[in-house]
């Protein structure tokens, strides 16, 4: 946890995150605010309608958004995670085309970062493309990675 404790933050009636909390929990924790983590839609099948203001939220607290779209298949051909205003979105595309889930985790699928984030991702020396060797090392033989790695150095998002 690298000295980091979580902080929950409560959720709406709807089963949507409780913006009013989060803004509360922001102001209990300024300047220690790392990240928070979404499930887009959420576990309880809640459609996040203000996404981009929590992202907004978070961001003006100096935190990071990880958007987690395990039941993306809900949104498929519908939205475009990108546009939702969080710096990493993991397309975990175990329900919505039926791949391995990795054992209960992590799942599979491409993570999409913001340019801010790219210089962390894993790379590979020998990657075709001489722009994508930077970065912190292979965690995977092969550039592209494989069907059991969810975090090949893959192309990014804005």
């Known amino acids: 946890m ?17 913006l009013d909390d989060l803004r509360a929990k922001c102001a209990e924790h300024p300047d220690e605010i790392a990240a928070i983590m ?13 996404i981009t203001e929590l992202c907004a939220i978070v961001h003006d607290a100096g935190g990071q958004v990880y958007v987690d ?11 475009r995670p990108g546009e939702f205003g969080g710096d990493v979105s993991h397309l975990n595309l175990h329900k919505t085309f039926c791949i391995p889930h990795g054992g209960g985790g992590p799942g599979v699928g491409p993570v999409g970062v913001r340019a801010h984030l790219a210089p962390y ?4 020396g020998q990657h075709p493309d001489p722009e ?8 995977s033989a092969a550039p ?8 090949s150095r893959g192309p990014t998002s804005r």
């Open 38 to 50: 979404v499930t887009y839609p959420s576990t309880h099948g809640a459609y996040e309608d203000t």
């Open 2 to 18: 690298a000295g980091m404790k979580v902080v929950v933050v409560k959720a709406a009636d709807d089963g949507a995150v409780d």
């Open 121 to 124: 991702l894993p790379s590979h």
């Open 132 to 139: 994508q060797r930077a970065g912190i090392g292979a965690i």
């Open 69 to 79: 779209g395990a039941n993306l298949n809900a949104l498929l051909g519908h939205a």
């Open 144 to 151: 592209y990675g494989s069907a059991g790695s969810s975090r």
